[in-house]
T-cell receptor
Framework: EPEVTQTPSHQVTQMGQEVILRCVPI?????FYWYRQILGQKVEFLVS????????KSEIFDDQFSVERPDGSNFTLKIRSTKLEDSAMYFC???????????FGDGTRLSIL | GNSVTQMEGPVTLSEEAFLTINCTYT??????LFWYVQYPGEGLQLLLK?????DKGSNKGFEATYRKETTSFHLEKGSVQVSDSAVYFC????????????FGKGTRLSVIA
Protein backbone atom coordinates (compact mmCIF):
# COMPACT_ATOMS: atom_id res chain seq x y z
CA GLU A 1 0.00 0.00 0.00
CA PRO A 2 1.36 3.45 -0.93
CA GLU A 3 2.68 5.47 1.99
CA VAL A 4 3.51 9.03 2.88
CA THR A 5 7.19 9.15 3.83
CA GLN A 6 8.85 11.79 5.99
CA THR A 7 12.49 12.55 6.58
CA PRO A 8 14.30 12.82 8.87
CA SER A 9 12.57 10.87 11.61
CA HIS A 10 14.27 13.02 14.24
CA GLN A 11 15.85 16.46 13.82
CA VAL A 12 17.79 18.26 16.53
CA THR A 13 18.48 21.95 15.86
CA GLN A 14 19.83 24.93 17.75
CA MET A 15 17.38 27.73 18.47
CA GLY A 16 17.45 30.38 15.75
CA GLN A 17 18.54 27.97 13.04
CA GLU A 18 16.54 27.16 9.93
CA VAL A 19 15.11 23.69 9.52
CA ILE A 20 13.51 21.95 6.56
CA LEU A 21 11.24 18.97 7.06
CA ARG A 22 10.68 16.80 4.05
CA CYS A 23 7.72 14.74 2.90
CA VAL A 24 6.99 12.58 -0.09
CA PRO A 25 3.21 12.33 -0.45
CA ILE A 26 1.47 9.41 -2.12
CA UNK A 27 2.17 9.77 -5.83
CA UNK A 28 -1.31 10.41 -7.23
CA UNK A 29 -2.44 12.65 -4.39
CA UNK A 30 -3.13 16.30 -5.04
CA UNK A 31 -3.82 17.77 -1.58
CA PHE A 32 -1.08 18.14 1.00
CA TYR A 33 -1.07 19.09 4.64
CA TRP A 34 1.20 19.73 7.60
CA TYR A 35 0.13 19.17 11.19
CA ARG A 36 2.05 19.27 14.42
CA GLN A 37 1.68 17.65 17.82
CA ILE A 38 3.41 19.19 20.80
CA LEU A 39 4.19 16.51 23.39
CA GLY A 40 1.09 15.63 25.36
CA GLN A 41 -1.20 17.89 23.33
CA LYS A 42 -3.58 17.44 20.44
CA VAL A 43 -2.67 17.26 16.78
CA GLU A 44 -2.98 20.78 15.31
CA PHE A 45 -3.41 21.84 11.69
CA LEU A 46 -0.73 24.07 10.23
CA VAL A 47 -1.31 24.43 6.49
CA SER A 48 -2.92 22.87 3.45
CA UNK A 49 -1.60 23.08 -0.10
CA UNK A 50 -3.14 22.47 -3.50
CA UNK A 51 -2.22 23.37 -7.05
CA UNK A 52 1.08 24.89 -5.95
CA UNK A 53 -0.39 27.29 -3.47
CA UNK A 54 -1.54 27.44 0.12
CA UNK A 55 -5.26 26.68 0.46
CA UNK A 56 -5.62 27.38 4.15
CA LYS A 57 -3.38 28.06 7.12
CA SER A 58 -3.84 28.27 10.86
CA GLU A 59 -2.78 30.98 13.28
CA ILE A 60 0.25 28.87 14.14
CA PHE A 61 1.55 29.17 10.57
CA ASP A 62 3.11 32.60 10.87
CA ASP A 63 5.82 34.27 8.80
CA GLN A 64 8.46 31.91 10.19
CA PHE A 65 6.87 29.03 8.32
CA SER A 66 6.78 28.31 4.62
CA VAL A 67 5.89 25.35 2.42
CA GLU A 68 7.09 24.39 -1.00
CA ARG A 69 6.65 21.67 -3.56
CA PRO A 70 9.98 22.01 -5.31
CA ASP A 71 9.48 19.12 -7.71
CA GLY A 72 6.87 16.54 -8.59
CA SER A 73 7.36 14.44 -5.48
CA ASN A 74 8.58 16.41 -2.45
CA PHE A 75 6.59 18.67 -0.15
CA THR A 76 8.63 20.60 2.39
CA LEU A 77 7.98 22.62 5.52
CA LYS A 78 10.58 25.25 6.38
CA ILE A 79 10.89 27.01 9.72
CA ARG A 80 13.11 30.01 9.18
CA SER A 81 14.29 30.80 12.72
CA THR A 82 13.34 28.08 15.15
CA LYS A 83 12.14 28.74 18.67
CA LEU A 84 12.04 26.43 21.66
CA GLU A 85 8.26 26.17 21.36
CA ASP A 86 8.61 24.76 17.84
CA SER A 87 9.68 21.47 19.40
CA ALA A 88 7.01 18.99 18.36
CA MET A 89 6.19 16.05 16.14
CA TYR A 90 5.40 17.28 12.63
CA PHE A 91 3.13 15.18 10.45
CA CYS A 92 2.70 15.42 6.72
CA UNK A 93 -0.52 14.15 5.12
CA UNK A 94 -1.96 13.85 1.64
CA UNK A 95 -5.27 13.02 0.04
CA UNK A 96 -6.31 12.18 -3.50
CA UNK A 97 -9.37 14.39 -3.73
CA UNK A 98 -11.37 16.84 -1.74
CA UNK A 99 -13.22 15.05 1.07
CA UNK A 100 -11.16 11.89 0.76
CA UNK A 101 -9.36 10.63 3.88
CA UNK A 102 -5.96 12.06 4.60
CA UNK A 103 -3.06 9.63 4.80
CA PHE A 104 -0.34 10.48 7.29
CA GLY A 105 3.39 9.90 7.43
CA ASP A 106 5.18 8.63 10.54
CA GLY A 107 6.21 12.16 11.48
CA THR A 108 9.42 14.05 12.14
CA ARG A 109 10.28 14.73 15.75
CA LEU A 110 11.80 18.21 15.90
CA SER A 111 13.80 19.08 19.01
CA ILE A 112 14.98 22.67 19.45
CA LEU A 113 17.82 23.19 21.91
CA GLY B 1 -15.45 27.04 15.58
CA ASN B 2 -15.28 23.30 15.16
CA SER B 3 -14.01 21.14 17.99
CA VAL B 4 -13.76 17.53 19.12
CA THR B 5 -13.87 16.30 22.70
CA GLN B 6 -12.69 12.84 23.67
CA MET B 7 -12.76 11.02 26.95
CA GLU B 8 -9.60 11.42 28.95
CA GLY B 9 -7.23 8.51 29.14
CA PRO B 10 -5.36 6.44 29.75
CA VAL B 11 -7.71 3.50 29.46
CA THR B 12 -6.42 0.14 30.66
CA LEU B 13 -8.35 -3.01 29.81
CA SER B 14 -7.81 -6.73 30.03
CA GLU B 15 -7.69 -8.73 26.84
CA GLU B 16 -11.17 -9.59 25.47
CA ALA B 17 -12.82 -6.74 27.37
CA PHE B 18 -15.33 -4.41 25.73
CA LEU B 19 -14.02 -1.01 24.66
CA THR B 20 -15.81 2.31 24.40
CA ILE B 21 -14.02 5.59 23.77
CA ASN B 22 -16.40 8.52 23.80
CA CYS B 23 -16.17 11.32 21.26
CA THR B 24 -18.44 14.32 20.82
CA TYR B 25 -18.09 17.17 18.39
CA THR B 26 -19.14 20.71 17.70
CA UNK B 27 -19.42 21.81 14.10
CA UNK B 28 -21.13 24.57 12.17
CA UNK B 29 -22.06 22.36 9.22
CA UNK B 30 -22.33 18.64 8.57
CA UNK B 31 -18.85 17.24 8.96
CA UNK B 32 -17.28 13.92 8.13
CA LEU B 33 -16.07 12.06 11.21
CA PHE B 34 -12.98 9.90 11.60
CA TRP B 35 -11.10 7.75 14.04
CA TYR B 36 -7.33 7.62 13.61
CA VAL B 37 -5.00 5.28 15.52
CA GLN B 38 -1.35 5.87 16.40
CA TYR B 39 0.63 2.77 17.32
CA PRO B 40 3.84 3.28 19.31
CA GLY B 41 6.53 4.92 17.19
CA GLU B 42 4.30 5.24 14.15
CA GLY B 43 2.22 7.88 12.44
CA LEU B 44 -1.52 8.36 12.33
CA GLN B 45 -3.48 5.67 10.50
CA LEU B 46 -7.09 6.02 9.45
CA LEU B 47 -9.11 3.44 11.36
CA LEU B 48 -12.64 4.23 10.17
CA LYS B 49 -14.85 7.04 8.95
CA UNK B 50 -18.45 8.12 8.50
CA UNK B 51 -19.56 10.90 6.22
CA UNK B 52 -23.20 11.47 7.15
CA UNK B 53 -25.69 10.98 9.95
CA UNK B 54 -26.48 7.36 10.93
CA ASP B 55 -23.53 6.02 8.93
CA LYS B 56 -21.56 3.33 10.71
CA GLY B 57 -17.83 3.08 10.08
CA SER B 58 -16.13 -0.22 10.83
CA ASN B 59 -12.68 -1.76 10.50
CA LYS B 60 -10.65 -4.44 12.33
CA GLY B 61 -13.54 -5.10 14.72
CA PHE B 62 -13.91 -1.43 15.65
CA GLU B 63 -17.16 0.42 15.00
CA ALA B 64 -18.47 3.94 15.37
CA THR B 65 -21.87 5.38 14.43
CA TYR B 66 -22.39 9.00 13.39
CA ARG B 67 -25.11 10.29 15.75
CA LYS B 68 -26.25 13.74 14.70
CA GLU B 69 -28.83 14.05 17.48
CA THR B 70 -26.19 13.62 20.18
CA THR B 71 -23.27 14.98 18.07
CA SER B 72 -21.30 11.87 18.94
CA PHE B 73 -19.07 9.31 17.26
CA HIS B 74 -18.13 6.84 20.00
CA LEU B 75 -15.59 4.14 19.18
CA GLU B 76 -16.42 0.57 20.25
CA LYS B 77 -14.88 -2.86 20.03
CA GLY B 78 -16.38 -6.00 21.47
CA SER B 79 -13.17 -7.80 22.41
CA VAL B 80 -9.85 -5.96 22.54
CA GLN B 81 -6.45 -7.53 22.00
CA VAL B 82 -3.01 -6.59 23.27
CA SER B 83 -2.18 -5.46 19.73
CA ASP B 84 -4.90 -2.77 19.99
CA SER B 85 -2.76 -0.85 22.48
CA ALA B 86 -2.32 2.58 20.89
CA VAL B 87 -3.51 6.17 21.01
CA TYR B 88 -6.90 6.77 19.37
CA PHE B 89 -7.85 10.14 17.92
CA CYS B 90 -11.32 11.29 16.97
CA UNK B 91 -11.38 13.92 14.22
CA UNK B 92 -13.73 15.83 11.96
CA UNK B 93 -13.54 17.78 8.76
CA UNK B 94 -16.11 19.93 7.04
CA UNK B 95 -17.54 18.45 3.88
CA UNK B 96 -17.00 21.52 1.79
CA UNK B 97 -13.70 22.05 0.08
CA UNK B 98 -10.21 21.07 1.08
CA UNK B 99 -10.66 21.53 4.80
CA UNK B 100 -8.25 20.45 7.51
CA UNK B 101 -8.88 17.83 10.16
CA UNK B 102 -9.74 18.95 13.66
CA PHE B 103 -8.54 16.42 16.21
CA GLY B 104 -9.45 15.51 19.73
CA LYS B 105 -6.69 15.19 22.32
CA GLY B 106 -6.35 11.45 21.85
CA THR B 107 -7.04 8.55 24.22
CA ARG B 108 -4.29 6.14 25.14
CA LEU B 109 -5.46 2.53 25.35
CA SER B 110 -3.40 -0.15 27.04
CA VAL B 111 -4.57 -3.75 26.80
CA ILE B 112 -2.99 -6.24 29.16
CA ALA B 113 -2.94 -10.01 28.74
Amino acid sequence: EPEVTQTPSHQVTQMGQEVILRCVPISNHLYFYWYRQILGQKVEFLVSFYNNEISEKSEIFDDQFSVERPDGSNFTLKIRSTKLEDSAMYFCASSSQVNQPQHFGDGTRLSIL
Amino acid sequence: GNSVTQMEGPVTLSEEAFLTINCTYTATGYPSLFWYVQYPGEGLQLLLKATKADDKGSNKGFEATYRKETTSFHLEKGSVQVSDSAVYFCALSENSGNTPLVFGKGTRLSVIA
